[in-house]
């Protein structure tokens, strides 16, 4: 099921009714893990049985660390934790993959390997609810974090539909404590939570699914267009995959606030970064913050000198590029921005005077800054979207080389014009976010308190108005053409 | 907490109220290829006993001669098929209530059917639906949650469209209710030129995974046909003659489908392999030439098979 479907629209109407109805803890965590069993088994009623395995591997394994005392049994069952979510995630996502480059690397070694693939169906959404299951275990392992006891809530936790298929992805300690306790309704965060869906779905059904074309013309048949058409259709996808998955993740925060459960933020204005690092803080932070958090520093982090911390960037940059998507092009990806982020850390700590960075910039230095950081992440995503690692070289190639002619900037002039009315709209959504940039979304409107009725009452049609004009461009601009959430395939 | 609900149902009634304003002036155009759906009906229930139901999508609307039929076989034709967009769940549904017993049915389903489109698309749905809101009678379950899934689409379109009033063009051509003549066979197309778009050929062939479930309605059908005594047959749809060279994807539908139904088959698929010239627009939409080809092979099948039923004891 997918959040902008009349589906969706229903199934949260009901969802929301009777949760909110329900006076008892128990029965809305068991309304959840319905509702979300529900969500999830709309694509396919079987991937219901994985979710379900992982869920319970978990579950066993975190009530049997509670009472394991020596360190080779708590070894052994986090090992069996790993293994098995690593494992399934391995087999559905990875294993065709692996077999396909096992039969090249056999074939260069001169052997006749024959084409085996397996031909597997990816569960959707079972990276982000892997990686949420794994947090659990490693958080119990470590003694973070006390093992869940009731069998509902921990289903619910791992299947909490607003953030299933595409995130974020929570950890226990946020999401399982506030399942495990009762809930009451704040009519602030609902109202909240109903706004930020809104400016969700203006930036996946308007600006999104509008560029998608675009960047699709392009990156389908790179050969076919020249550099600037290429660079063009390249910011169009930077643009196209932020509105994608922060407007996914917008609607899944929103959906969870009126359900009366707080979901981390997953994304701050990351275009607004002045540096890679910053971009980093700022984008898919809940994956960013997992990497960092079970891999990144248990590696060593940056506390073991410059090559240390090159060679761990560069891991866990490599294994997020590999998590998006079993292709090559991805793992290029995430290399490129673990290389960016390792000569980023090293330049600043060659630089002389490390208290330089604080000063205050100028606004054309501070501009720069964010347009080097804006176009190093476009390089990246070149290889992100292209088809193959071929077609990403080919496409910078084509960048480079041929957008010194004039005829080659025709197509891209009468590109512009043909979509003014969505570049229009995109444009004026990133002005919109920068000038709302201090608060978690756009559409957050705290008024404190306004003593004149008139004010107030003026202030409240103005937003109506606001929000009554987003429902419009959605209804006007929205091509609903069935076009699944860029992350949903992850 | 009830004001909130009263502050959101309100927003959601004045949404509602000037969305409302804004589509009041769409009106379905009453020329569209899918206001067949109303002729369609109307001939099948006019039409004198024993009769001789095609359904399928646009392959048998494009591609199947009534005329001929008529002539040649003592069955009244009619011709039912009119968009693979509606699904098989749909096409199926449509005839069940109106079937006689001494009917003859000939199904001839796209490969789209089995690769993903039991349950249709939205706007074809959607289309049919408002040309002939009875319709609604034959949504399958698959049916509503296509339409519910991506019902957007459409309310999309209407919203975008509802001011053009559109219902006041005249639409003509092979598109159009105007293509369609006495036995429901779309015959604007016939004789015009051959321009196919092979780009777009195939898609659902390349990436969709064969449905197995529709064996299953597919022998439930036979069952039911067999209550009504009416006899029921399979024949495939025609296709560019390069499509055998993918012919993997074939050999599964055939496989999986054709050699495990328990319906009888009229004709091979190499029987329905045509030349590309002899397609109008695109896969599935036979030009004059061919169609009588097809019908002639459908008819030479349907002898057969009606001759042995005949002297079966």
Same mark, same amino acid.
């Given at each position: 099921m997918t959040f902008t479907t009349i589906t969706f629209a229903l199934f949260f109407i009901i969802v929301f009714a009777v949760y909110w109805s329900i006076p008892s803890k128990t029965w809305?965590?068991?309304?959840?893990?319905?509702?979300?069993?529900?969500?999830?088994?709309?694509?396919?009623?079987?991937?219901?049985?994985?979710?379900?395995?992982?869920?319970?591997?978990?579950?066993?394994?975190?009530?049997?660390?509670?009472? +394991?005392?020596?360190?080779?049994?708590?070894?052994?069952?986090?090992?069996?934790?790993?293994?098995?979510?690593?494992?399934?995630?391995?087999?559905?996502?990875?294993?065709?993959?692996?077999?396909?480059? /096992?039969?090249?690397?056999?074939?260069?070694?001169?052997?006749?390997?024959?084409?085996?693939?397996?031909?597997?169906?990816?569960?959707?959404?079972?990276?982000?609810?892997?990686?949420?299951?794994?947090?659990?275990?490693?958080?119990?392992?470590?003694?973070?974090?006390?093992?869940?006891?009731?069998?509902?809530?921990?289903?619910? /936790?791992?299947?909490? /539909?607003?953030?299933?298929?595409?995130?974020?992805?929570?950890?226990?300690?946020?999401?399982?404590?506030?399942?495990?306790?009762?809930?009451?309704?704040?009519?602030?965060?609902?109202?909240?939570?109903?706004?930020?869906?809104?400016?969700? +779905?203006?930036?996946?059904?308007?600006?999104?699914?509008?560029?998608?074309?675009?960047?699709?013309?392009?990156?389908?048949?790179?050969?076919?267009?020249?550099?600037?058409?290429?660079?063009?259709?390249?910011?169009?996808?930077?643009?196209?995959?932020?509105?994608? /998955?922060?407007?996914?993740?917008?609607?899944?925060?929103?959906?969870?606030?009126?359900?009366?459960?707080?979901?981390?933020?997953?994304?701050?204005?990351?275009y607004f970064s002045q540096s890679l690092s910053e971009f980093w803080h700022r984008w898919h932070i809940s994956l960013s913050t997992w990497f960092r958090d079970y891999l990144y520093i248990p590696l060593g982090g940056s506390r073991q000198g410059a090559w240390r911390r090159t060679a761990n960037l560069m891991i866990t940059f490599f294994l997020s590029g590999l998590w998006h998507g079993a292709a090559w092009h991805y793992v290029v990806w995430g290399t490129i921005n673990g290389a960016g982020l390792a000569m980023e850390a090293t330049a600043a700590s060659l630089r002389r005077d490390p208290a330089r960075s604080d000063r205050k910039v100028l606004v054309l230095a501070k501009i720069s800054r964010v347009l080097a950081t804006f176009s190093f992440i476009c390089v990246g995503w070149v290889f992100f979207r292209a088809n193959s690692v071929t077609d990403a070289f080919s496409i910078l190639h084509r960048i480079a080389t041929m957008s010194y002619s004039a005829a080659n900037w025709d197509p891209l002039l009468s590109s512009l014009l043909d979509h003014r009315v969505i570049l229009i709209g995109a444009a004026g959504l990133m002005a919109v976010e920068w000038i709302r940039r201090k608060n978690s979304h756009p559409l957050v409107f705290a008024m404190g308190r306004i003593q004149s009725r008139w004010v107030s009452g003026g202030l409240t049609m103005l937003r109506w108005a606001v929000y009554t004009f987003l429902v419009f461009a959605i209804c006007q601009y929205a091509p609903f053409r069935g076009r699944e959430f860029i992350y949903f395939q992850f | 907490m009830k004001n909130f609900v009263l502050k959101l149902t309100a927003f959601f009634i004045m949404q509602l109220l000037l969305i409302g304003w804004a589509i009041a002036p769409y009106r379905p155009n009453p020329d569209m290829f899918w206001a067949s759906t109303t002729l369609k009906h109307e001939i099948l229930s006019r039409a004198q006993s024993p009769r001789m139901i095609f359904i399928g999508g646009s392959n048998v609307a494009f591609g199947v001669d009534s005329e001929l039929i008529a002539n040649q076989l003592p069955y009244f034709p009619v011709n039912m098929g009119l968009d693979a967009g509606l699904g098989l769940d749909f096409a199926l549904n449509e005839i069940k209530d109106e079937l006689r017993p001494g009917d003859i049915v000939v199904l001839s389903p796209e490969y789209e059917f089995f690769l993903g489109l039991r349950s249709g698309q939205e706007s074809s749905l959607a289309r049919v639906l408002e040309q002939r809101p009875a319709n609604a009678h034959y949504l399958a379950v698959g049916n509503v949650t296509t339409l519910s899934d991506h019902g957007f689409g459409f309310f999309h379109w209407v919203f975008m469209n509802a001011r053009k009033r559109l219902d006041r063009k005249k639409i003509t051509g092979p598109y159009s209710l105007s293509a369609f003549n006495e036995y429901g066979d779309a015959v604007a197309h016939l004789d015009r030129r051959s321009t196919p778009d092979k780009a777009a050929a195939m898609k659902a062939f390349q990436r969709t995974p064969l449905d197995a479930s529709t064996l299953g309605v597919l022998n439930r059908f036979r069952a039911f046909c067999q209550k009504r005594n009416v006899e029921l047959y399979l024949s495939h749809p025609p296709l560019p003659a390069y499509y055998a060279e993918r012919q993997s994807r074939l050999t599964e539908v055939e496989q999986k489908i054709y050699q495990r139904v328990s319906i009888p088959v009229l004709d091979k698929q190499s029987d329905m392999f045509f030349p590309i010239d002899q397609f109008y627009d695109t896969e599935y939409h036979l030009l004059r030439e061919a169609r009588d080809i097809r019908t002639r092979h459908l008819i030479a099948a349907l002898r057969n098979q009606l001759a042995t039923r005949l002297s079966q004891p």
């Open positions: 809305q965590n068991v309304l959840l893990l319905a509702a979300s069993y529900i969500f999830y088994g709309w694509w396919d009623y079987r991937f219901c049985g994985l979710l379900l395995l992982t869920s319970l591997i978990d579950y066993t394994v975190a009530r049997l660390l509670e009472t +394991a005392e020596a360190p080779r049994h708590r070894h052994r069952l986090l090992l069996i934790s790993l293994s098995s979510n690593l494992g399934m995630l391995g087999f559905f996502k990875y294993s065709d993959f692996f077999a396909a480059n /096992f039969r090249a690397l056999l074939n260069s070694l001169g052997f006749d390997a024959s084409p085996f693939t397996l031909n597997v169906v990816l569960p959707i959404g079972i990276s982000f609810y892997t990686f949420q299951s794994l947090n659990y275990t490693i958080d119990v392992y470590r003694r973070e974090l006390k093992p869940c006891a009731n069998l509902i809530e921990f289903l619910a /936790f791992v299947s909490y /539909f607003p953030h299933l298929v595409a995130g974020p992805i929570n950890r226990a300690k946020d999401l399982l404590t506030q399942i495990e306790i009762p809930r009451r309704f704040d009519p602030g965060q609902a109202l909240d939570g109903c706004r930020q869906m809104l400016w969700g +779905a203006v930036k996946k059904a308007v600006i999104a699914d509008n560029l998608a074309p675009i960047v699709e013309a392009a990156y389908n048949e790179p050969g076919q267009h020249a550099g600037p058409q290429l660079a063009f259709a390249t910011v169009c996808f930077a643009l196209q995959i932020y509105c994608d /998955f922060s407007g996914y993740s917008d609607i899944a925060i929103g959906c969870s606030n009126v359900l009366g459960i707080r979901l981390m933020r997953n994304f701050a204005y990351p | -």
